[in-house]
């Protein structure tokens, strides 16, 4: 199945079942800004004379089944607005008509930006001061993909970005197995659901130490969360529920599941942590391929995520047939989308 294939399906799975249906959030259909990250994500900076550390820049951008392997951007800088979400003009500070995947950008804040946006904090610098980054990405949808930069003054250790550094997978409620590193790849029946859990590097649950708008210490355990993503091969979620049949049909819950959490430590995994995948086939294509991306977030906004390949494997007896044989019994039955 083809994304342009995906708003078809959508509505004919729906009439089917339960309105209002909608496109999947993990599904990529064009050029795409998954993730914008800053390394490290929270930098020192001195509050007598502005300067900060440099921060290192990057991003996650994709399209159906790959990361895009050229682009044309525009990075902005200014003080962050609840009133304006960009930045205004005269912010970019650079631009690259060819960014790669594995490109970078070094930023130096200016002094005048720090002491502008600490000017405008309530707690003036005490807990933080923020930075507003905007990527422009020509062709994407939507055009750009905002962040924050945050600085510090204070002695207490910086936050570190959630690093993912492996991925386990079970068949239908059978026990979760890492997939080799040596290996790395993720294998999808094309007839049960695969639950996916990441696996956070040790120490990546931050406890830190905050002030709270009354200016009162607190100390505080950060969030973090998972989204994945991939093409419309793919249906990624939470509590995916498969109804198999002559019209297969796999169901959404709804948009609040498209994020995992990562749970407390030492804790079982619980269905909140896990994420549900089935390939979504069709008569003329068996066994798709392409990519998973999943980017991890913490509360205190760092930002990392992981690419994996993915290969469905068909184990349908009756789409092993040859291709005409196939469409001519309808043997291979097209799995579509639907709401529950």
């Not at 064009?30 to 820049?57: E, Q």
């Not at 970078?104 to 005490?126: E, Y």
Request: glycine fraction near 8%.
């Amino acid at each position: 199945m083809r994304a342009a294939i995906l708003p078809a399906l959508l509505a004919v799975a729906c009439d089917q079942h339960s309105d209002p249906c909608f496109t999947p959030p993990s599904v990529v259909q064009d050029v795409r800004i998954l993730a914008v990250a800053a390394d490290p994500p929270a930098a020192r900076f001195d509050p007598a004379t502005g300067a900060a550390d440099p921060v290192t820049m990057r991003a996650l951008i994709v399209q159906p089944m790959s990361e895009v392997p050229s682009s044309s951007v525009r990075w902005e800088l200014c003080m962050p607005s609840a009133d304006f979400p960009g930045c205004p003009p005269g912010s970019t500070v650079a631009s690259d008509p060819e960014w790669k995947p594995e490109s970078s950008l070094v930023v130096q804040v200016p002094a005048a930006l720090l002491q502008q946006s600490m000017a405008a904090d309530p707690l003036r610098g005490l807990r933080d001061v923020r930075v507003r980054v905007v990527l422009h990405v020509a062709a994407a949808r939507p055009e750009s993909a905002t962040a924050l930069l945050f600085f510090s003054s204070g002695r207490a250790p910086l936050n570190r970005a959630p690093t993912i550094v492996g991925l386990r997978v079970g068949r239908d409620g059978s026990p979760l197995q890492d997939i080799p590193s040596g290996n790395f790849f993720l294998p999808l029946s094309e007839t049960k659901k695969s639950a996916l859990r990441h696996v956070l590097a040790p120490g990546g649950l931050e406890e830190y130490d905050s002030i709270d708008l009354a200016g009162n210490q607190v100390r505080l355990r950060e969030r973090v969360t998972y989204s994945f993503y991939t093409d419309a091969s793919v249906a990624l979620g939470r509590g995916l529920v498969v109804n198999a049949g002559p019209n297969p049909v796999v169901q959404f819950r709804g948009l609040d599941d498209f994020e995992a959490d990562e749970p407390e430590p030492g804790t079982p995994d619980t269905p909140e942590g896990l994420f549900d995948a089935v390939p979504a086939h069709s008569e003329a294509i068996v066994g798709s391929h392409g990519k998973v991306w999943i980017v991890a977030r913490d509360s205190r906004g760092g930002t990392s995520w992981l690419s994996v390949p993915y290969l469905a494997v068909e184990e349908r007896p009756g789409c092993l047939l040859p291709l005409a044989e196939r469409a001519r019994n309808h043997t291979c039955p097209e799995l579509q989308f639907g709401c529950q």
